[in-house]
Nanobody, 124 residues
């Protein structure tokens, strides 16, 4: 069992930055791959970024590539999403997720545990 708690969301102007955090507890954090997803109002939940258990491999959605950076600190059982050059279309609830396995999934079914989400609102 893995419990995930996101934090760091809020209201920011377009062009600004936010850093989301996801604190994990339960299973050994360093053995799981982690991902971030987001869901805008009225839309499906979309993949944003993922990072391997070691932090050595990352993958990003095209819409955030070059603006967002995923990282992790296994000593703190925490994964981060640094979001720069934010746009109004980045407005969504952001979720972190954990995958118990060797893969680095980019779709929802690939993840075993989910947090409750944190709201990010970008004003124009």
């Amino acid at each position: 069992q893995v419990r995930l708690v996101e934090s760091g969301g809020g209201l920011v102007q377009a062009g600004g930055s936010l850093r989301l955090s996801c604190a994990a507890s339960g299973r050994t954090f360093s053995s799981v791959a982690m991902g971030w997803f987001r869901q805008a109002p009225g839309k499906e939940r979309d993949f944003v970024a993922a990072i391997s258990w070691s932090g050595g491999n990352t993958v990003y959605a095209n819409s955030v590539k070059g603006r967002f950076t995923i990282s992790r600190d296994n000593a703190k059982n925490t994964v981060y999403l640094q979001m720069n050059s934010l746009k109004p279309e980045d407005t969504a609830v952001y979720y972190c997720a954990a995958n118990i396995g060797p893969r680095l999934p980019t779709t929802e079914p690939g993840y075993d545990y989910w947090g409750q989400g944190t709201q990010v609102t970008v004003s124009s």
